[in-house]
């Protein structure tokens, strides 16, 4: 009784470890600039886009370490992060929206939802327990009641598609057209 309580902890836990890595990564940010940002006096909409930008090369190297050099991925996340504070002060907003939440956002989360935590599930759990579960730990992290629901949803479809298409790059370039067609049109 002792393993089999082990086993499903051990279980649980696995499919979790990659939305407590990113989600702890993305306060990390969000504290860390929201700092820097109240002595600088940039305002703080700012914040969440950057956040996303920075926490994009830590889930490329956390999630694909045999591809990818850890130190040219976190230079790029520097480098980025540097870019968009330039264009934020040259009053290029936008660009640091899209980048933010319509290009390093979506491709983080997908990875992350869709590539690591419900391809852990269907290891475990049949089609529709993954489904359920993907979409509502992704739309936690949507902190509005409002996209609380539209992210369950939109959560939901990608995870389809996922299992349908058994690929990654469509749900991400699904995401990133959702998300730019809102920063755009909203």
């Known amino acids: 009784m002792k393993e089999q309580i082990n086993q499903s902890f051990n279980k649980y836990i696995r499919i979790l470890e990659p939305v407590i890595i990113y989600y702890l990564l993305l306060l990390f940010f969000r504290h860390v600039f929201s700092h820097v940002f109240s002595v600088t006096g940039i305002p703080a909409e700012v914040i969440?886009?950057?956040?996303?930008?920075?926490?994009?090369?830590?889930v490329i190297s956390a999630f694909f370490p045999h591809g990818i050099n850890k130190r040219v991925m976190i230079c790029f996340g520097v480098l980025t992060v540097?870019?968009?504070?330039?264009?934020?002060?040259?009053e290029k907003q936008l660009f640091v929206q899209i980048m933010g939440f319509g290009v390093t956002g979506p491709i983080s989360e997908e990875?992350?939802?869709?590539?690591?935590?419900?391809?852990?599930?269907?290891?475990?759990?049949?089609?529709?327990?993954?489904?359920?579960?993907?979409?509502?730990?992704?739309?936690v992290g949507h902190a509005l009641i409002p996209q609380i629901i539209t992210a369950f949803f939109a959560g939901c479809i990608l995870a389809c598609v996922k299992e349908k298409t058994d690929s990654l790059l469509i749900p991400i370039f699904l995401?990133?057209?959702?998300?730019?067609?809102?920063?755009l049109y909203l």
């Open 82 to 90: 540097c870019v968009l504070f330039i264009c934020f002060l040259t």
């Open 175 to 183: 995401h990133m057209g959702w998300n730019i067609a809102q920063i």
């Open 111 to 139: 990875i992350v939802f869709r590539g690591q935590v419900y391809s852990r599930c269907r290891e475990y759990m049949g089609f529709p327990q993954a489904l359920v579960l993907t979409s509502l730990l992704f739309a």
């Open 48 to 58: 969440d886009p950057i956040s996303s930008c920075a926490v994009f090369p830590f």
